[in-house]
C-alpha cells in the first residue's frame, strides 16, 4: 500500500473511494465540489465508528464513505487513528484499489494541530491494513494500493511521512511476533538485526554467540538456553546520531527475545502453550524502534540490546534448585525454570551497564502472567526508578494509546528475591505474591543507580480488545511507537 499526501485545499483527484469523518450531531464538512445525496446527510448522525456509504455523482469521485468520529469534544487522536483505520480496511474489503480521506478543520482541530494529525492518522492507515498471511499457502491478494491522506500543507505531509515510518515499524514488530516459533528462533531475530543495520548507516549490528557469552560469563542467560537445540543469541545494535545535540543522552533499550517458552522444567500446562511464541515481544519492540531508527533518525545514541534464546525441556535443561552465575557474579538459585525471562534479561542489563554504561536502560519484557491479572490487556505495567522517567513515559503512552501505569517496587520485593543457597533467587516465595513486582525486583539487582525502567508488555504484547488498527488474537507490536515518543520528546 502506497500513501501520498495532499494539501486539502487541493482537487482531490481519482480515487475508488473518499472517505470523510463527521461529528455526532454536526453537519459533515465536505471538500469543495463534493455534495451528499440529501438521504445519506440525514441518515448519517456522526456517531463514533458509525460509517454510510453514499454514491455521489460529478467530479472525479464516485463513493464517499462518511465515518463518525462521535462528538467533538469526545475526539482524541485514538479515536483519529480508529475512524481511519475503518476507511482503510472497508476500501480493503470493499476490493477498491485505491483511497482517499479529506479531514476538515475542525477535525484537525481535534488532533492537535497538522502534523500530530498527519502522523495519526497515516500511522492509523498503515497499522489498520496490516494482515499476517506469511504462513498461508495462498495469501489473499490485498486489493488497496493507493492511499491519498488530504490535509493541511507542509506540516500535515510532514507528519504523516514521520506516521507512515511509525507505522511501518509496528508492523514490521507484529511480523515478528507473529512468527511461529520455528520460523522466529533466536538465530532468525538475529538475522533480522543485521538486515536493520544493512539499512542504515547510522546503526550496526553485533550478535554474540554462545562461546562469546560463556567467555562474558552469561551464566544467567546460558543456563536458560541449556534446553535448547536452537543456539542462543545476544543482538546488540547501536544508533549513532550524526552529530549528539546538547542533552542528548546514551540509552538502552533491553527486549526479552524468548522465541518459545515452554517453561522448562517446570514445564507449562499445554492449554495455550502455543502463545509462548510471543514470548519475544520485547525484543521485537527494540528491533522495531530501530527499523524505525534508519529512516526518522534520533537525538540520542541508542542501543538495542536483545537476548534471545528458546526455553526448553531437555536432558541438559536446568533443573529446579540449579545455581547458574551471572555476568555481573551474581550467583541466582533457579526454583522454576519458567522464570526464565528474568534470568536472560539479568545478563543482558549487567551487559549493558558494563559494556554500554547508559544513561537510562529501559527493558521491555512478557515477564509475568501477574500483570495480565493487574491490569488486562490494555495498560502495560512500569517501574520506573525515577519520576521523571514515570512521567515521560506516561506522557508517550498518553500519545500512542501504548497505555502505562506505575506498579511498585519496594525494598521488601528486593528481600524477597534473597536466597538461602545463593545470592538470589528466581521466584519469591508464592505465598507473597505481588508477582510482577518480584520480577522487577529481580532486574533492579543488576542495575544499580542507573536510571531505569522495567515494562511488563505480558498483556498488552498480544490479547487486547480489537480497536481496528490493532488489537485482538494476534501481535500488538505494543512498545514500539510508545519508545519511539519517548525517544522523540527529548
Ligand atoms: N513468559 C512468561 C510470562 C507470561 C505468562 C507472559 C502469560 C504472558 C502470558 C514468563 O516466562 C513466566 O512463565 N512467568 C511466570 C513466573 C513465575 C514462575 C514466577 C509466571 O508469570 O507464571
Ligand atoms: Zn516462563
Ligand atoms: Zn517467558
Known amino acids: 500500500m502506497k500513501l501520498t499526501c495532499k494539501d486539502s485545499s487541493a482537487a482531490i483527484g481519482s480515487a475508488d473511494l473518499l472517505v470523510l469523518f463527521g461529528f455526532e450531531g454536526e453537519k459533515a464538512q465536505l471538500p469543495a465540489g463534493v455534495s451528499l445525496p440529501k438521504a445519506a446527510a440525514l441518515d448519517f448522525k456522526g456517531k463514533f465508528r458509525e460509517t ?8 472525479s469521485i464516485d463513493r464517499v464513505l462518511l465515518v463518525g468520529l462521535g462528538k467533538r469534544a469526545d475526539c482524541d487522536w ?18 477498491l484499489a485505491s483511497m482517499a480521506l479529506w479531514v476538515s478543520e475542525p477535525a484537525v482541530e481535534a488532533g492537535c494541530g497538522a502534523e500530530a494529525t498527519g502522523r495519526t492518522l497515516a500511522e492509523a492507515a498503515v497499522m489498520g491494513h496490516y494482515q499476517f498471511d506469511r504462513c498461508k499457502s495462498k495469501p489473499t491478494k490485498r486489493k488497496l494500493e ?3 491522506l488530504c490535509g493541511p500543507g507542509r506540516e500535515f505531509a510532514a ?10 515499524a509496528n508492523c514490521f514488530a507484529r511480523d515478528l ?36 557469552m560463556a567467555k562474558l560469563g552469561m551464566g544467567a542467560l546460558l543456563g536458560v538456553a541449556r534446553g535448547s537445540r536452537e543456539p542462543a543469541k545476544l543482538i546488540h545494535l547501536v544508533y549513532k546520531p550524526t552529530r549528539r545535540a546538547k542533552g542528548s543522552r546514551k540509552i538502552a533499550l533491553v527486549g526479552k527475545g524468548l522465541t518459545f517458552d515452554t517453561g522448562g522444567i517446570s514445564l507449562k500446562p499445554g492449554a495455550r502453550m502455543d502463545e509462548m511464541k510471543f514470548d519475544m515481544s520485547g525484543g521485537a519492540a527494540v528491533l522495531g524502534v530501530f527499523h524505525a531508527l534508519a529512516q526518522l533518525g534520533c537525538e540520542h545514541e541508542v542501543h538495542g540490546i536483545v537476548p534471545s534464546t528458546e526455553n526448553m525441556p531437555d536432558g541438559q535443561a536446568t533443573k529446579p534448585g540449579d545455581v547458574h552465575t551471572a555476568m555481573d ?11 526464565e525471562g528474568r ?65 511498585p517496587l519496594l525494598d521488601t520485593h528486593k528481600e524477597q528475591m534473597k536466597s538461602q543457597v545463593a545470592d538470589l533467587k528466581n521466584i519469591s516465595s508464592p505465598s507473597m505474591g505481588a508477582g510482577s513486582s518480584a520480577g522487577a525486583a529481580f532486574l533492579a539487582h543488576f542495575v544499580g543507580d542507573t536510571e531505569w525502567c522495567h515494562l511488563d508488555i505480558a498483556g498488552t504484547a498480544w490479547g487486547g480488545v480489537e480497536r481496528d488498527y490493532v488489537g485482538g488474537s494476534s501481535g500488538s507490536g505494543v512498545g514500539v511507537r510508545l519508545l519511539l515518543e519517548y525517544l522523540h520528546q527529548g
Not at 454510510?52 to 467530479?59: E, I, K, N, P
Open 52 to 59: 454510510r456509504l453514499a454514491d455521489v455523482s460529478g467530479g
Open 78 to 95: 485514538e479515536r483519529l487513528r480508529r475512524a481511519t483505520a475503518v476507511g482503510v480496511k472497508r476500501a480493503e474489503s470493499m476490493g
Open 146 to 148: 493507493r492511499v491519498v
Open 159 to 168: 507528519g504523516a511521512k514521520r506516521g507512515e515510518v511509525l507505522g511501518q
Open 177 to 212: 511476533q507473529n512468527a511461529p516459533g520455528n520460523l522466529m528462533t533466536p538465530s532468525n531475530m538475529a538475522e533480522e538485526a543485521r538486515k536493520i543495520a544493512r539499512a542504515s548507516t547510522a546503526i550496526t549490528c553485533k550478535v554474540l554467540d554462545e562461546a562469546t
Open 329 to 339: 557474579g551474581t550467583t541466582i538459585e533457579v526454583l522454576n525454570t519458567d522464570a
Open 343 to 407: 534470568l536472560i534479561l539479568c545478563d543482558a542489563l549487567a551487559y549493558a551497564k558494563a559494556k554500554v554504561k547508559p544513561d537510562t536502560i529501559l527493558d521491555l519484557a512478557t515477564l509475568t502472567g501477574a500483570v495480565v491479572v493487574g491490569l488486562g490487556h490494555e495498560v502495560t505495567g512500569i517501574f520506573p526508578s525515577t519520576h521523571n522517567l514515570r512521567d515521560a513515559l506516561h506522557k508517550a503512552g498518553e500519545a500512542t494509546a501504548e497505555r502505562v501505569w506505575p506498579l
